[in-house]
């Protein structure tokens, strides 16, 4: 069908060759004062335009045929694409079938009493006395925890005694500073 397009989108160019000539033709016997030579060539040429039309209708013909087989062939691939998953499907399910997934369920059903059996086991063999001790080492990791957290916001506590310059003439200036350093190791819990 492209083939036949092309032929016939070369013989509309043909046509149009004749229609120009023939335009020339007959303005060269009109120059020369042949009228009837004129009026044949011009009927000639308005014979080759309703060719030339009549092949446009045909092109216009051709080229929806050919718009519409490329549509088809489309449709026809996601139609194959679509039965390929479809069988792709079927074979998933068919692997996975509902009583393999019921018994998979089952399966992990099972697995995760025996493993809280174990931890109700396990749990039960402590003593008071162990059951306290983890307990205690619990509160000490959190007390831990929570200095650690509390010294990061504080600064740091100098561990040298300064050096109070006399000269500058602030009396009480040091005994001030200790009473400062006492409050503030006080609060750190040194």
Known sequence: LKLQRDKLKQYQKKIQGIL???????KSHLAAGDKDRAIIALRRRKYQQSLLL????QLENLEQLVSTIEFSLVEISVLHGLKQGNEVLKEIHREMSIE???KLMEETQEAR??????GNLLANQLSADEEEAVQAELLELQLAQEESTFSKLLPSVPTEQPVIDTAQGKPGSKFLFQANLVAASSLVGV
Not at 54 to 57: A, F, L, P, Y
Not at 113 to 118: A, F, K, S, T, V
Request: glycine share 4%; charged share 50%; hydrophobic share 20%.
């Open 54 to 57: 009549k092949t446009d209708g």
């Open 113 to 118: 009493e025996y493993q809280r059996e174990i």
């Open 100 to 102: 393999s997934v019921e």
């Open 20 to 26: 120009d000539r023939e335009h020339e033709i007959a």
